[in-house]
Structure formats: C-alpha cells, structure tokens
C-alpha cells in the first residue's frame, strides 16, 4: 500500500508554499517602503510647488494626520537625493532609516574641502552594505561631532509638576533671552535647542559664587 502523502509530494507542498509566503512577505515589505517613498515625493512636490492653501507648509502639514518631524525629514531624503543627483533605483533600498542619517549632512555645505552632495552620493550608494552605527559614526565624524563635540542623551526622571512649574519655563526663558538663532527653510525663526538651553541654565548656577562658595 502506498503512503497517502509521498514525501515527494509533501517536500514539493510544502516548498511551495514557504515560496508562496515569502513572496508575500517581500511584497508587504516593499509595499510598505513603497508607500514611504510615495508620501516623500508628494510632500517634496506639495512642498517645492507651494501646493497649499496654508500660509506655510508647516501649517499644510498640521491639516494631515501625520507628525511635522517626519514630513520634513521625507522631504529632505528627496530633496538631498535630487541634490546629490542619486536615482530612485538607487536611494530607495537603502531605507527611510539610514537616509534619514546620511541627509543630516547639508547638501550645500563643504566638508573636509568636498561639497557635502559628493558624501550624500558616496554614502548613499554603498549604505546597503553598511552597519547603522557605522554609518551613524562616519556622519558624526563629518560633522565634527565626535570627543567634547558628541552628541550625548541625558535622561532625569522628575515630578510632573517640576517639569511643568519649573524646568519648561526655565527653558522657554533662557530660550527668550537667547533670542532666534536660525530660520527654517520657511524662513520661520528657530529658537535654541533644549539642549543649548539647559546648558546656559547651568553655566549661569555654576557661575553665580553663591552656589559655588567662591569658587569658580
């Protein structure tokens, strides 16, 4: 008597349907990245063609259901990627998640005597073979951001009300007497960072002898 499922039958079954979901697995995936992409190169056109009725494009963006960070730093992958003169065929596999890295790099600033578009290139084409904390670290490296310059992240747990009653208005302040410091590319003032003001708010507790016992 032979077997109900032959082993021939059964490999061959099952082969096929490990093929089945895999295909539908990398069509998810593309479908998804796709989509990404998509959103960045209408954002870029809404945005370089002033298609809006908004004053600005940080206002059009606060009518879509989506966050401001991540509609500007779409539209920067494109724009860089157009700047750099790098295809569609050749930025979109490498990942929303490492261009949004390798665009923190100013296509229309010198690096090391290169224009920051020949690193944009560079980086872009050969980042599918690159580790993200590589690439991370040779973006910081260009950007001298590297020993005292490193960015570093510090997280302080406190009350609510502390934050609420005393830290945010020092910060918004110290962001007041520092005044703009910059202008978006809507030409909207840019205030100081947290960072920066956290930073002035300590500097003046550690230079005020009353706190240091005259020392300094």
Same mark, same amino acid.
């Given at each position: ?20 979901? *895999? ?52 539209? *920067? ?22 261009? *949004? ?61 502390? *934050? ?53």
């Amino acid at each position: 008597m032979e077997p109900l499922n032959p082993p021939v039958i059964v490999g061959e079954a099952v082969a096929g349907e490990a093929a089945k979901v *895999r295909k539908q697995i990398k069509e998810i995936i593309a479908g998804v990245n796709k989509s990404q992409f998509t959103l960045a190169k209408l954002l870029h056109k809404v945005k370089t063609g002033k298609l809006y009725n908004e004053d600005t494009f940080a206002s059009y963006i606060k009518t879509l259901d989506l966050k401001t960070t991540k509609a500007y730093y779409l539209v *920067r992958i494109v724009e860089s990627m157009q700047l750099a003169g790098v295809p569609e065929e050749v930025y979109e596999p490498v990942g929303i998640a490492k261009l *949004r890295v390798i665009t923190k790099i100013e296509p229309t600033e010198e690096y090391q005597g290169k224009p920051g578009t020949a690193y944009i290139k560079a980086m872009t084409e050969t980042a599918k073979e690159v580790e993200m904390d590589t690439l991370k670290e040779a973006v910081d490296h260009l950007q001298g951001k590297t020993g005292d310059n490193a960015i570093v992240w510090l997280n302080v747990a406190l009350n609510k009300s502390a *934050r609420d009653n005393v830290v945010n208005p020092a910060i918004e302040l110290a962001k007041k007497n520092l005044g703009t410091v910059a202008q978006d590319a809507e030409g909207n003032a840019v205030d100081s960072s947290d960072g920066r003001c956290l930073e002035i708010i300590c500097a003046a507790f550690l230079a005020d002898t009353q706190n240091t016992g005259g020392e300094q």
